[in-house]
């Protein structure tokens, strides 16, 4: 995710960030960069990165250095489709919050009409209009993450508010959960994992003013196998959380196991200064 | 509000609140009070508080003694409708939050048609759906409060997270919002001004699970003042705030003028261990 401060907008910059997490890393892990659409990338660059994230200006943490008006982009977004780079996107207008997936939908068909050939894959969806895009435009892909899965924007705020669960795009509606399901536990073959994980601090979730962010990493296999056995579709996770991500982005990656076993895991209330989705709850799954 | 713990249920209950009430007065005043709807009332508990409060059970805070099953109250409500008394509810259903109210809408209908002279009071509107039966059933009622006056589910949650606009029922769309105007702004007789203000704790507002309820009470009437002047309806605010509650509850009070100024009032950041509504914000108007 380059929406950092400032944002992952150079080569220079990914590699140095890139390094920054290998630093953070004990075991073999291959981090694939992704670069923050700005005026900053030139067709010239993407020869190195090939995946281009756009940020529309303003939609999200990070979102202050976004794209206010794509058409700039023209040139770019045809060398990409030439050269089979990948354009992901944090899919919202500036509208009312509950509304700016779906009214996004316009935009994504119509970039994908424009450039018929350029893979496009709409990230963490959380709304049905979105879903049904994939069967409807042949270029566009999506990911979904945990969270959209799990929970609804009555998790949010239905009963008390629970502002660990304050993410952008916005939990929606139980139709729209739904919506996303059916494309994980079928293991939709243009739809992949993303955990979209962001890990601020306790202090800046719980204040007057919360963060958008929900820090899931800690829990993300475990809680996607609880999830996709209680729906009877264990047999689609491999596709969902790894096969189908390696098809879509056309990566190969040295091969690598992770086990996950039917034994209970506690998961901590904070983690250093964070706290993790599902804290203090217990899930069925562990990783081995 | 007597959605206290435990309910003000009973005229004795409702006695003894008022005494606490106005223990913390300096000045005149003269509380209304409203009994909560349980199994305790009966039509003679009516001949002293003429006011129940319907919470339909678990829907906002206090509500955990709530109705489940209304039509028990079928020979409750036929006497009240003899006696003149009033049903004031907080009509939402237990469904998705944001679709509380509308599904509410189809109770309200059948409950007015069911007792036609039955004057029932739709507490904090906040839904398009629920102004729309103001003028189909001739015994419906509503209240607005400041907060579904000012803002939309966007002031919660459309940029960061706002736990001091979080409340029941939850702010709601632009639309919505624009509803409720147009009834506060020309002052429509069937509608008057409802506070709904909670003064919760600044921790029970900020921690992991926040309580529902603002506490607008130390700027009601300068907020409403400048947010009538802006939209040009300074004359109606007198009918809104006193002169239609008067006669929607057929009540008599001792004069009492309040005295507002064009005169900047800066808001608190707190008052005592509570974050109120607009804290350090300026308003344009003051209490003189």
Redesign the interface.
Known sequence: MPNLAPPIATIDMAKAYKARVLAQCQETFEPIMALYLTDALTPKTLQNVKIVKLYPSGVTTGAESGVTDLSRYDRLFGAMQDMGAILSAHGETNG???KRETEFAKVYESLSKKYPRLKIVMEHIGAAALADLLDKRENLYATITLHHLLY???D???G?????L?CKP?LK??ADRAALRELAFSAHPKVSFGSDSAPHAKAAK???????GIFSAPVLLPALAELFEAHSALGSLQAFVSDNAQIVYDIKLPQKTITLVNKPMVVPREIGNV?PMK?GETIGWSIV
């Open positions: 009312e919050a509950l609804t924007l009555d949010l705020l239905g008390k508010l629970n502002p660990h304050f916005i509606s139980a719980e204040g007057a003013s919360a963060a958008a706290v804290a």
